[in-house]
């Protein structure tokens, strides 16, 4: 996350993103759940405003948008999309 706030973790075995706040005094982290999301996630990256994070899923040939809630960290889908085979980064370009 640009701010420093969230941490976003993929586990592939169980295909979910998991959601992490960070106390910027201690750097201790503290779970604040985990999100199903495209099958075998392999790659996945925050957008530089720290809106939205884009997860691509290796054979799901798939991509799943999330907002991010600017408070809590939480995840909601908001659109899915085809990907050619076996995606496996993602890359956010800034275009102004």
């Known amino acids: 996350m640009p701010d ?3 941490l976003y973790a993929s586990e592939r075995a169980s295909n ?4 992490f706040k960070l106390d910027a005094g201690t750097g201790a982290m503290a779970s604040i759940g985990n999100c199903p999301t495209e099958t075998q996630p392999r790659g ?4 530089p405003s720290g809106r939205y994070l884009l997860v691509v899923g290796q054979t799901s040939h798939s991509m ?10 939480a ?3 908001q659109h ?3 990907m050619g085979k076996n995606p496996n980064w ?5 275009i102004p």
Do not use: K, M, Q
């Open 4 to 6: 420093g706030r969230f």
């Open 16 to 19: 979910s993103l998991a959601a």
């Open 64 to 73: 799943t948008i999330y907002a991010i809630h600017p408070e809590t960290g």
């Open 90 to 94: 993602v890359e956010v370009i800034d």
């Open 75 to 77: 995840l909601a889908a």
């Open 80 to 82: 899915r999309f085809s």
């Open 44 to 47: 996945f990256n925050v957008d």
